[in-house]
């Protein structure tokens, strides 16, 4: 089943996709791009964004705050709303038949339950002592919220397993985590486009 409403580069906007590529692949740019076809599509849709990220340091409250002003220039009408961990209750909360809800970004959001810091910046555990938290909980309500959106859905997540394996345990820890839960989400998602250089490629279509 397709929502209505065309976007940029051809055919309708899925029921939900999953958007993966690189650090600046162009993927939250193809999330930016639906989201404003959806928008000129009719005056009766909305669009709402969830951010996941956290501003701990200097640099991160930046580089948040320069994405906020790109975004609002390129999508004005794109409704922001922030929800670093319960990512699930904010999908549920705001997906509706008329409202497209893009959420940027997966990995992110698994770094705030993996790899957690306090509010100077600092990790919760000592590497190589503490446990690495389970997010098991967490990762299967997003999949069953995912499933049950009644709206159209776009999320958007890295991927960072194309490299060599990184040293620290709790590194590779997250790694692997990262690589099932973009498995997990791909198999729920109606469509899946891997970006490279700003070009998409549709890795699963399901009509």
């Known amino acids: 089943m397709s929502a209505a409403g065309p976007f940029q580069g ?3 906007l899925a029921r ?9 692949s162009g993927k939250s740019r193809r999330a930016e791009l639906l989201a404003r076809s959806w928008l000129a599509a009719s005056g009766d849709q909305r669009a709402v964004l969830i951010a996941t990220g956290q501003a701990w340091d200097d640099e991160m409250r930046t580089r948040i ?5 790109e975004r609002a220039g390129r999508v004005p009408g794109l409704q922001t709303v922030e929800e670093p961990r319960r990512l699930a209750e904010a999908i549920a909360a705001h997906s509706r038949p008329g409202t ?16 957690p810091f306090e509010a100077d910046g600092a990790v919760t ?6 446990p690495v938290p389970d997010a098991s909980a967490p990762i299967a309500m997003l ?12 999320l958007v997540g890295n991927e960072i397993g194309l490299g060599v394996i990184p040293l620290g345990r709790e590194v590779r820890t997250f790694v692997d985590a990262l690589g099932q839960l973009n498995q997990d989400v791909a198999h729920v998602c109606q469509r899946v486009t891997l970006m490279t250089a700003g070009l998409p490629l549709i890795l699963k279509e399901v009509a």
């Open 65 to 69: 705050a320069r994405h906020q002003r």
């Open 143 to 154: 999949l069953e919220a995912i499933h049950s959106a009644s709206g159209p859905l776009v």
């Open 10 to 12: 051809g055919g309708m």
């Open 16 to 24: 939900s996709e999953l958007i993966l590529g690189g650090q600046k």
């Open 100 to 115: 497209l809800v893009v959420v940027d970004c997966l990995t992110l959001w698994l770094t705030n339950w993996l790899m």
């Open 125 to 130: 555990s000592e590497p190589n002592s503490s």
